[in-house]
Structure formats: structure tokens, C-alpha cells
């Protein structure tokens, strides 16, 4: 079974400022990894997907993530945030098996002050 | 393309009441999900369909949820009766296939059990 672990509960940061949000995952077979956030009120918006080839992917918004195998991470950046980037971030893992689902982690809020 | 839908939005029952939430996945998505998402956690798996079979219930409690997905197109969650540690947002999800490479969210249902 697959596993997510976000570090950081939540992340203060000022406008302009570069951020990272810290994902790593646990799972004995390939995986897909995820990146969702969540608007307060609001439902889970795919940011960005790694499913195989170049391990930067580039999302929507500005962001971007970096998959790392051999440290089972999958960490989150954006080199300048904006006032409207505050919101709940998670990481999510399926398995790439004849079927899976999505595990999440237990999200990290990005605050930004102006 | 329309998204997922979902109804109601908000819902605030009492304990020991019923409550239904209604899902209509995004057209021609074989596979629909139902998450649990209690305040501060991330999403968890409640019920995944593959049309109107059940692929994965495993962390559904039966003794009090249940779900349906008759023509295997709309979704009904029912929960009866709630408990007041039931007061989460339900999410519905929908997908291609079974690979999970590419899951859609509702803006879900927030459920408060007074």
C-alpha cells in the first residue's frame, strides 16, 4: 500500500517570495504523483501530474514539481507566489497497477502575506 | 465541458438522521469515486465504481454508509444514521478508466452532524 507525507502543516510566506512545499511518498511499486489544491469552499483542482518521462513537470498557476526516485520525494515550488495562491495544497499518490486510486496526504496550507 | 456535479452543497442534520448527496460525473467517465475529506485531513477513499459495479469499498463503514451507481452514470452516498464524527465534506471524483492517471473533483457536499 502506498503512503503520502506532507511536512509542513502550513507555510507562511510573503508576495513575490519563492516557496517549496515538501512531499514524499512511500509505495513498493511505480507510482503516479499528484499535486491538488483546494480554495476555501471549493473542490480539489489538479495543479500537476507526473505519470512517467521528464522528472520537472510544469503545472498550471506558475507551479512546478520535481520528481525525485531515489528520494521518494515530490516537492512543490513556485519561484514567486501571489495574495491569490493561499489556499490547501496536497499531494497525492496512485499506484500504477491494473487499478488504483488516489492516497493523499494530509495537505499543507500556504499562506501568503502581502 | 460540464465538471462533476454534486448536491447538495451544504446539508446540517442532526444525529441518528439520514442524509443523502447526489453526484453526476463528468460524461462518458467510466470510473466515480467518493472521498471523505474530515477538516484538516486530506481526502480518503470511501467507494470507487467501475460503471455501476463496486471496484474498491473497503474503508466504506456498511453499518451506516452505502452507495449506489444504478445505470452506471449518476451517484447516490446515503448515511444513515450519522453520527456526529460523520460531519466531513464528501467529495466525488470522476475518471477515464481505472488507471487513476487523470481524476476530476466536485466542488463536494459539506455535511455538518449537530
Known amino acids: 500500500a502506498q503512503s503520502v507525507t506532507q511536512l509542513d502543516s502550513q507555510v507562511p510566506v510573503f508576495e513575490e517570495a519563492p516557496v517549496e512545499l515538501r512531499c514524499n511518498y512511500s509505495?513498493?511499486?511505480?507510482?503516479?504523483l499528484f499535486w491538488y489544491v483546494q480554495y476555501p469552499n471549493q473542490g480539489l483542482q489538479l495543479l500537476l501530474k507526473?505519470?512517467?518521462?521528464?522528472?520537472l513537470v510544469k503545472g498550471i498557476n506558475g507551479f512546478e514539481a520535481e520528481f525525485n526516485k531515489s528520494q521518494t520525494s515530490f516537492h512543490l515550488r513556485k519561484p514567486s507566489v501571489h495574495i491569490s495562491d493561499t489556499a490547501e495544497y496536497f499531494c497525492?499518490?496512485?499506484?500504477?497497477?491494473?487499478?488504483?486510486?488516489?492516497?493523499f496526504g494530509k495537505g499543507t496550507m500556504l499562506l501568503v502575506s502581502p | 465541458e460540464a465538471g462533476v456535479a454534486q448536491s447538495p452543497r451544504y446539508k446540517i442534520i442532526e444525529k441518528r438522521q439520514s442524509v443523502a448527496f447526489w453526484c453526476n460525473p463528468i460524461?462518458?467517465?467510466?470510473?466515480l469515486y467518493w472521498y471523505q475529506q474530515i477538516l484538516g485531513q486530506g481526502p480518503k477513499l470511501l467507494i470507487q465504481?467501475?460503471?455501476?459495479?463496486?471496484?474498491?469499498d473497503s474503508q466504506l463503514p456498511k453499518d451506516r454508509f452505502s452507495a449506489e451507481r444504478l445505470k452506471g452514470v449518476d451517484s447516490t452516498l446515503k448515511i444513515q444514521p450519522a453520527k456526529l464524527e460523520d460531519s466531513a465534506v464528501y467529495l466525488c471524483?470522476?475518471?477515464?478508466?481505472?488507471?487513476?492517471?487523470?481524476?476530476?473533483f466536485g466542488e463536494g457536499s459539506w455535511l455538518t452532524v449537530v
Open positions: 471524483a470522476s475518471s477515464l478508466d481505472l488507471t487513476g492517471n487523470t481524476i476530476y
Open positions: 509505495s513498493s511499486v511505480s507510482v503516479y
Open positions: 507526473y505519470l512517467s518521462g521528464s522528472t
Open positions: 497525492a499518490v496512485s499506484e500504477q497497477s491494473g487499478y488504483s486510486t488516489l492516497t
Open positions: 460524461s462518458g467517465h467510466a470510473t
Open positions: 465504481f467501475q460503471n455501476n459495479g463496486v471496484v474498491d
